[in-house]
């Protein structure tokens, strides 16, 4: 929806970024919110093996600071809409796993709306 919106805001001159932040050290994971029932997890069997590994492996975890997110919006509604790009991984983490998937959609959506005539 974020691609489409962009395309059809472009228009009106309403310019919009996707931001991609990963793993940063918040109070989501103590914030969350236990099932009453936790033996209801039974029934998804190695989901909750699942689960628990990724909670485990974000108590491990070094987290980079939750600021690189804030200055990462600031710098975009400071920059020339010209400027602004489609989508921004922040963080490192985020870099090396949304990067790849970024550059291939880049490619496919340029194809796209060059066949069309909207580039």
């Given at each position: ?27 989501f ?11 209801c ?69 340029s ?9």
């Amino acid at each position: 929806m974020a691609h489409a919106a962009a395309y059809e805001l472009k228009g009106a001159g309403i310019d919009t970024t996707i931001v991609e932040p990963r793993a940063f050290g918040t109070t989501f994971g103590a914030n969350m919110i236990q099932a009453r029932e936790p033996e209801c997890l039974d029934g998804y069997g190695t989901a909750e093996d699942l689960f628990s590994a990724m909670a485990q492996s974000f108590a491990e975890r070094q987290y980079q600071n939750p600021q690189l997110v804030v200055d990462t919006l600031v710098e975009l509604a400071e920059s020339a809409p010209v400027d602004r790009p489609m989508r921004v991984p922040v963080g490192e983490d985020s870099k090396m796993a949304c990067t790849p998937i970024n550059e291939a959609q880049e490619l496919s959506q340029s194809a796209i709306m060059a066949h069309f005539g909207w580039d």
